[in-house]
């Protein structure tokens, strides 16, 4: 008797088992990450695009002192190239952040050559813009900065 009901436990276990996986195919997810392998990219990459920042980031309220420095190194290093409302030598900056992710937009900033080079949504712009966005020599903690700044200006 107590074979039965092992038998039948382990019967249940691999039911479930299998069960679970076929949802897993057919979520979003996995639509995703055969998008993102179309691509050559990870899942993450293709959301969160490629560079040194590789895992989500938490975002708080935004830091009002950050952005207040990420506003002017943006005035420094950004603004030769971009404005907030209108296209320039690269796109309107104002809504980036409800465009892309802030993962998107940091590596982006830190790393945009091989952004142009890997990420889908980077090509297509490159082809509008025709215009390589180059790196500016921005720190990651720098590029934190223009990250709230840019949340601040969201409307
Ligand atoms: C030489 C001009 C140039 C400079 C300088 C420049 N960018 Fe760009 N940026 C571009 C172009 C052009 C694109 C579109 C992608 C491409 O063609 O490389 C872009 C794309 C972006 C994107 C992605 C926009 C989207 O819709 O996904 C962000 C974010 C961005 N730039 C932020 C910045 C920040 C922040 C700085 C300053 C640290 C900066 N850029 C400096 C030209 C520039």
Known sequence: MKKIISALFLITLFVNA????KTDISSGDSAKEKLAQKFGLTSFEYENGIGPVKEK?????????????????????CTQCHKLDE???????RDVISRRTPEFIL???LNPEEMTKR????KKMLAQYATQMTFQN???DDAKSILEYLRSVNK
């Open 57 to 77: 980031i938490t975002l708080g309220q935004i830091d009002m002192i950050k952005s207040k420095t990420g506003e002017k190194i943006f005035t420094e290093k």
């Open 119 to 122: 990420h889908p949504e980077v």
């Open 107 to 109: 590596n982006q900033i």
């Open 138 to 140: 921005i720190s990651e």
């Open 87 to 93: 296209r320039y030598t690269g796109p309107a900056l």
């Open 18 to 21: 299998c069960g679970g996986e």
